[in-house]
């Protein structure tokens, strides 16, 4: 079982930066898949961001491709969610994801093992 926890969301003015922090629990963190999804009201939860176990690889959502970089300390069990040059349309909770299969690269919600509690991202036009 793994234990994902977010942190880093908030207020910010549309054109700012946030960085979102995702820790996880376990020796076997290293091993899995990560991945940020996003829920605004109304809304099906979408996929951001990904990257797979080594780092080696990382994907993105046409929305936020130049804009967002994932990225993954595996010595601190953490991945991380740089986000610049926001938008009011990006404001959403945002959720980390663990995929136990560490190399897929997947996109699909349903291919996601764990899950974080998620952390709100407002961002003010």
């Known amino acids: 079982q793994v234990q994902l926890v977010e942190s880093g969301g908030g207020l910010v003015q549309a054109g700012g930066s946030l960085r979102l922090s995702c820790a996880g629990s376990g020796r076997t963190f290293p091993t899995y898949a990560m991945g940020w999804f996003r829920q605004a009201p109304g809304k099906e939860r979408e996929f951001v961001a990904g990257i797979s176990w080594i780092g080696g690889s990382t994907y993105y959502a046409d929305s936020v491709k130049g804009r967002f970089t994932i990225s993954r300390d595996n010595a601190k069990n953490t991945v991380y969610l740089q986000m610049n040059s926001l938008k009011p349309e990006d404001t959403a909770v945002y959720y980390c994801?663990?995929?136990?299969?560490?190399?897929?690269?997947?996109?699909?919600?349903?291919?996601?093992?764990?899950w974080g509690q998620g952390t709100q991202v407002t961002v003010s036009s």
């Open positions: 994801a663990a995929d136990i299969i560490g190399w897929r690269g997947s996109r699909q919600v349903r291919e996601y093992d764990y």
